[in-house]
């Protein structure tokens, strides 16, 4: 036994010595606020996931920029599960090249994804660190319960350059599970507990004043949404929650009987566990996000009336070698998007009110990730993300970063830099609606300018003074694309009627608006919606131009350095908010 070792480790050192080392990913040092506590323990097992290269992502952006754009002849002609998987599988040789590299090493690999585009390997740090040029540490974060083992360095072994775009979890930090809403810790949680906001009584709402919340009733009369219900089972939206998170079914009942008397306080809704999410209730310490899964479920069944909505619990997966893996965004958003990869028959709408900043991803696994949103994007799915809640400075917990409202440098946030999904910013106000404060907005520091967003973009910047003293990429992809209320919104969290602001709720907010047109479609023979942002450019006099409002942050002075909202796109609220007659009529019209 002590002679095989020894001939293992001596295989390894071979193959180290035979195959030259590139960098692929490295950083400086690690983001705010995380704490290095020294080299990893050797003997520690890591699980890392490969996203090989598939064979023709170029081919897939151009079908889907065909297929989004309204006046192209196959507009609207979303791909099947297979017609993706063409152009986003790895090729023979990227698979034999991987397969053949971690044979000669002593490794076995798992593909874990449906497209056969991501790979897991699992191994001890001193081989990582041996292969792959690392030098993982253990690191420590005051919002993380555990330590997470990364590396501020990793390379690839020449023969796999080019076979591999990405390396999960090596040099990203994206592990603070952000929810898009004000209230962000147990202790404000339960201040909220104690203040009855919302008075149960049957008097009219009043929607046009920031001191009484909004409700579903206020939203239909601001948006023109219908109460009718939705008639086309087979249309869903997708709510999605991680670490276990579920709602609490006694809050929904508790929402519809106070906000909307009219739906059945029975109402269900289906939720579908996967990577070990957990069916226990939820640790006191989540409180924050049972509380995003209440609000999230409530604003869907309680707007998009009689369109089914799923749940969609993430848990820690499979492969966890502690619990710090319970906080992995990264982990969370694949296993979301490998889980929709596979359904024959998807959502026609998610919404997700979580995301780290940009800068926590490496560009790699960002790149990654934006490309599988394009990809569900050509299937036929509106992928919407919250904008965040820290203004033009990232997410609302933020508070860390030494001199954060001094700061002029803008911070963006993923998953809404993405180019292939919909952002959506937050709005306050009834009539008429101006910019949350808090809404998130800017320009991305790693994804290009879409097409779709190029003339509205030009036409913003030119607003801005030539002494603008905010630091931006220019020339990045702008967010977010639209808005809805995030302001000040009345929901019911342990048995209690409260009310809170956010783009948390903007998400599903517009969600339920577009999952109401697709029904309306879907019963009129025509496709669904599907990825919205050249349809939405094109279409922006169906949305409400918000002009007012200035988003230097929740937790930022107004006179803080940000974007002011402009005619037509900005960065604050993007074309607007929804005006449903108009953009059911432009959906119908196509």
Known sequence: MIFSTFAHLLAVATAV??????????????????????AAPDSELLTLKFA???????GLEEKLKSISTPGSPDFREWLSKDEVKAFVQPSNATVNAFNSWASANGLKSSVVSPNGDWVSLTLPVSTANQLLGARFETFTHRSLAHPITRTLS???????????????????????????????????VRRSLERRLVPRDDSEPSCNDTVTPMTPQCLQKIYGIPSTPATQKNNTIMVTGYVSIFPNDTDISTFLEDFRPDISPNTTYDIIRIANASSDPPAPELAVLQL??????????????????????????????????????????????????????????????????????????????CNSYMA???RGISMLFSSGDGGVRGSHDNSSIPGLCENNTFIPVFPASCPWVTAVGGTEGGFPEVATNLTGGGFSNLFPRPWYQQEATETFLKTLPEDFPGQFNKSGRAYPDVSAQGGNL????????????GTSLSSPIFGSVIALINDRLVAAGKPVLGFLNPWIYANADAFTDITVGHNSGFECPTQSVAFDAAKGWDPLTGVGSPVFDKLLAAALKC
């Open 292 to 369: 995003e899964a209440d609000i999230d479920v409530q604003y869907t069944i309680g707007l998009a009336t009689g369109v089914p909505v799923q749940f969609l619990s993430v848990g820690p997966g499979t492969d966890a070698t502690n619990a710090s893996d319970a906080e992995m965004l990264g982990n969370a958003i694949l296993g979301t998007n490998v889980f929709l990869e596979e359904l024959e028959n998807p959502p026609s709408v998610v919404t997700t009110s979580y995301g780290p900043l940009e800068s926590d991803f490496d560009e790699s696994m960002a790149r990654k990730i």
């Open 490 to 501: 009345a929901f019911v969290f342990r048995g209690l009627s409260l009310a809170t602001g």
């Open 154 to 188: 990793i390379s690839l072994p020449s023969e796999l350059v080019g076979h591999v775009e990405a390396i999960h979890p090596a040099t990203s930090f994206a592990d603070r599970l952000v929810p898009r809403q004000q209230i962000t810790s147990p202790s404000l």
């Open 376 to 378: 569900l994007g050509a």
């Open 17 to 38: 010595s035979c195959s030259p080392l590139v960098l692929h990913e490295s950083r400086s040092s690690a983001p705010a606020g995380f704490i290095s506590r020294g």
């Open 52 to 58: 090989l290269t598939p064979n023709d992502i170029s």
